[in-house]
């Protein structure tokens, strides 16, 4: 059964790069059926797509956020990773990874969540 | 950007009672890219319905979607205790993904 675990720093400092990573098991992050996906909630706030990316590295953007992300994919390592760049307050968020069916584009398995507080 | 309402905010029912909650999109969206999930406090999304009306591995059929075009509902038969929630939409079109902004269904 697939299993999705976010991790990296709880902090980051306003303009510095936040960066987290999505460790997949339970199934191999080289399959065919999914594209892996990052998505955010504010507190107490909705969820908003960051982006997705492919096991091949193929990459698409929440265009409101293209400029500062890039998402990347280490098959080797079965995981994938999220940087954002020049962070502010309104960046603070539960950061979730998630699981994408290839040709449905719902997501299935999320990971817990990981909060990101963006603090000086 | 297809931009995807949900109503109402919220709403307050009793257990046994059935919930409507609706989705109405800007656009146009495919019935294939429309989903529901709902999500507790402290938890992550849980998908319920994809393809507007297929649930999920697991998802009792007190839950059930419909609708076409840019109107789409999620249904809850009788309301258990553990489905006060919030509960998203959200599609897919153009390589971009939104999400409503939900619909808290809380207890009466």
């Known amino acids: 059964q697939l299993h999705l675990q976010e991790s990296g720093p709880g902090l980051v400092k306003p303009s510095e790069t936040l960066s987290l990573t999505c460790i997949v098991s339970g199934g191999s992050i080289s399959t065919s059926s999914y594209y892996w996906g990052w998505i955010r909630q504010p507190p107490g706030k909705g969820l908003e797509w960051i982006g997705t990316?492919?096991?091949?590295?193929?990459?698409y953007y929440n265009p409101s956020l293209k400029s500062r992300v890039t998402i990347s994919v280490d098959t080797s390592k079965n995981q994938f990773s999220l940087k954002l760049s020049s962070v502010t307050a309104a960046d603070t968020a539960v950061y979730y990874c998630?699981?994408?069916?290839?040709?449905?584009?719902?997501?299935?398995?999320w990971g817990k969540g990981t909060t990101v507080t963006v603090s000086s | 950007e297809i931009v995807l309402t949900q109503s109402p905010g919220t709403l307050s029912l009793s257990p046994g009672e059935r919930a409507t909650l609706s989705c109405r999109a800007s656009?146009?969206?495919?019935?294939?890219?429309l989903a529901w999930y709902q999500q507790k406090p402290g938890q992550a999304p849980r998908l319920l319905i994809y393809g507007a009306s297929s649930r999920a591995t697991g998802i009792p059929d007190r839950f059930s979607g419909s609708g076409s075009g840019t109107d789409f509902t999620l249904t809850i038969s009788r309301l258990e205790p553990e489905d006060f929630a919030v509960y998203y939409c959200?599609?897919?079109?153009?390589?971009?993904?939104?999400f409503g902004p939900g619909t808290k269904v809380d207890i009466k």
């Open positions: 990316i492919y096991y091949s590295g193929s990459t």
């Open positions: 656009q146009s969206v495919s019935s294939s890219y």
């Open positions: 959200q599609q897919y079109g153009s390589s971009r993904f939104t």
């Open positions: 998630a699981s994408q069916d290839r040709w449905l584009q719902y997501m299935d398995v």
